[in-house]
């Protein structure tokens, strides 16, 4: 059975995202163009990533902070290619405690102007290196279209930002990173991902190069998941970031930013979801288990306690549904909801001394003996549900990764369906123009390590240089 | 022995209070006018105050969100006292994207605007209430003079609203709030405070009334720490918010909001430091104990590193000072940092078979044998730390409240020494401001259920109407 007020995925992808945001309350438009208000549902899923990602980051020695949210002019330009790219779509503070401003005041679209700035002031010598810095902010970005947790004018993320006293020590960062990410993908979410660099083109305006991770949602559209940027000298040389290096030199210090925003829970529901709602991966999950006793009865309302009461106690984030709606629909809303697990508790399970366990991933019912241990058997069961979850990302993001050995097999592809498209390239600008009149193909990233397969660039036929994965992106 | 690099409190508390946000390295002036920096030390405890005070709210069923940062100036002039109130010290974002805005968008100062618009779109019976929300965001309000965490233009804070069908529930979550705050203050930050209800002239813009708790700093000066607004349909008729009850009738709904800011990491230091630095109370220190070995010493090292594990392993967060500056350094610089406990292990203790256990709060040393249970010993020290901090500034607070019956009193006790003056008053305005001459006495709050102990307004003698706290402020 299918929840009717979900449009089907099959039918119109976007239309059942929008369906999925809305019914399961995750998030709601605000009066405010291209601002979304994260609701409840929504926001507990940012503070798991919080509490998840971020225990990771604190783990390898980054530390949280805050710094402001506006930035002044002058320090803004200082970086000209960071200017270049973010200039235009900043937002301006011209007036404060109604007074026109002398220097107007741009709201932070990312920090590391701010930060450079910062380090410039408390960096002297290697011994004060590395500082590994962190904030969990908004940022904005004057964006013409928007879609909730997709793209929107004001989004939620971390930027992690750094800076080291050897170009090797900063580099190693930028890596590790990227590893963090993939694990917070993989193992927290459940959603598989490839990882690589940008091109030229495609990289963060100011770094030395981007590396990134990318995720493919259920139909076929690639989607930008975290990057992780390596700037080399250039902000520090911008902004006047230097010490004195072992050698009793003066030096210019190496830095790396990086950065994953709250567009991830775009990715949770685009790869893991269904028609009925929202697929939560059980390790972000807010809540693990909801208890729902069918009909009214005392018997009922009393195993409903004991088992929340036995799951909190283990640990396992739960709660009994009290509203007054039907089973059916507490059934529905679970689900739509995507809670990993229901517990169902009715009356002829219970003098058969049984319980219904669901599992939202297969919608699977398992009548279970009230006897055994069910905080370890939810626990095993919630790891299963995690396994499914990733296998199944993975087995269609293999199902829908094709190689293209040039334009016209690259055409066939992205007729029959969007994914990710294996295809040399020799490294011009021009090759990857060319790529995006095939359906909007634009390069995810170069596969480091993988020698090019055909030899032959996808677009142009000259000799290749890179292994490169292509999509099209939200 | 004193911290040379700070101020003597006694000599002059503003350039002390200044010493110990710079060297504990809790915030750093940033480049951007009236904005911080919270550096990790001072992020790191309002961390801690949102896992502590957030977990209070969300024990009892408050839901976070995230609102945007951004409010139109329509929606903003909705609400007549608000914007009266608020529109003359808010920052106005006129251009986005390089285009002039057709209209201009204010960063919020507050959120009262943001929430009654969504309320307005989702209640709609009174089964949909209560709504009770939270956000931990930062706000703008144009400050002309900023000192750290006391005031600055952008600020940290938690702002609740909540949405009722009654007038009673409203009043009562209002009520409930404040004693939640003064539970976190009192048995989370070991700040005793006062509580009460804001004069007509000092309560919150659009509200009906609003309660605070006030504490009492070092010096007398007493720190607004938070407040709980009522504000009746105010809010719900400005912003159309009705709803059917339970009679079938639409009905305006009732609302409240409250909030506290990371000034009260102003009011942490202001209470609890001393001539050597911070002293964080322990229910809120990121890190319980230091420890330090002393000398170079394989022996030495190794027990480091042993007590570090047990206490892990205890959930007593720690940590072994491992820099390359000499003990005496690291034991001053727990100190500055106000780390409750510090551990000195040495070679003629360990030969001894102890260890030297450090309680930041009175500086005394206790030989304590290795062999004893230190995880549980500890516990016990923290328990008595926490005690003793509230102690002595309840205790403070006794020494620095007054009674003054008339203004030639308040003028004698304000001449000698600042702090909490209780005074009877009539309730005219004119009286408030009367008594503001007298070096800025301003009204804390009146005290709810106490009776006027002279019957005569200190102001002007007529008959009173209240029992009022006075002070200056920060």
Chains 1, 2 share one sequence.
């Not at 163009?33 to 899923?45: H, T």
Request: aromatic letters at 10%; glycine letters at 6%; charged letters at 25%.
């Amino acid at each position: 059975m299918k929840n009717k007020a979900i449009t089907s995925r099959d039918v119109d992808f976007a239309q059942w995202y929008t369906d999925v945001v809305r019914i399961a309350r995750l998030a709601a438009y605000s009066n405010v163009k291209g601002c979304i208000i994260m609701e409840p549902n929504g926001y507990a899923i940012w503070e798991e990533v919080q509490n998840k990602l971020g225990g990771m980051l604190k783990a390898t020695g980054h530390q949280n902070v805050a710094f402001p949210l506006l930035i002044p002019e002058n320090l803004l330009n200082k970086e000209k290619e960071l200017v270049k790219g973010f200039a235009p779509e900043v937002a301006w503070v011209t007036v404060g405690g109604q007074n026109e401003l002398k220097e107007k005041l741009c709201i932070r679209p990312t920090s590391e102007t701010l930060f450079s700035d910062y380090f410039s002031q408390v960096v002297k010598t290697h011994k004060d290196l590395p500082l590994k810095y962190n904030q969990w902010c908004s940022v904005m970005r004057w964006e013409k279209e928007t879609r909730p947790f997709l793209r929107s004018r004001e989004f939620f993320w971390q930027e992690g930002h750094t800076v080291h006293a050897t170009a090797a020590e900063a580099e190693k960062e930028t890596y590790d990173i990227l590893d963090i990410y993939k694990a917070f993908f993989e193992d927290v979410l459940a959603i598989p991902v490839i990882l690589g660099r940008k091109t030229e083109s495609e990289k963060f305006a100011g770094a030395d190069y981007t590396l990134t991770i990318e995720a493919l949602m259920y139909n076929g559209v690639s989607l930008q998941s975290a990057t992780s940027h390596y700037f080399g000298q250039r902000f520090s040389e911008a902004y006047n970031i230097r010490f004195l290096n072992i050698n009793h030199e003066m030096e210019y210090a190496y830095q790396t930013s990086w950065g994953m925003s709250n567009r991830i829970i775009g990715a949770i529901i685009m790869v893991h979801g269904d028609d009925n709602g929202l697929i939560l991966p059980p390790h972000i999950a807010p809540t693990k288990a909801v208890i729902v006793g069918i009909g009214e009865d005392e018997a009922v309302a009393k195993a409903a306690e004991e088992i929340e009461a036995l799951l909190k106690a283990a640990g396992i984030t739960c709660y009994v549904d009290r509203t007054e709606k039907s089973a059916g629909y507490k059934f529905a809303q679970s689900e739509v909801n995507g809670i990993p697990i229901r517990i169902e508790i009715g009356n002829r399970d219970l003098n058969a001394n049984k319980i219904t366990v669901a599992r939202r991933d297969t919608r699977e019912k398992i009548a279970v003996d009230r006897n055994i241990d069910l905080p370890a058997y939810l626990t095993d069961l919630l790891g299963d549900i995690h396994k499914n979850l990733y296998e199944r990302a993975r087995e269609r993001m293999r199902r829908l990764t094709f190689a293209a050995r040039n334009k016209a097999e690259a055409e066939a592809i992205m007729a029959k369906q969007a994914g990710f498209v294996k295809g040399d390239w020799c490294g011009k600008r021009e090759c990857e123009e060319e790529m995006k009149t095939i359906g909007g193909l634009k390069s995810r990233c170069i596969l480091e390590g993988v020698a090019p397969e055909t030899g032959k660039c996808v677009a142009c036929g000259e000799e290749a240089r890179h292994a490169v994965v292509w999509g099209i992106q939200y």
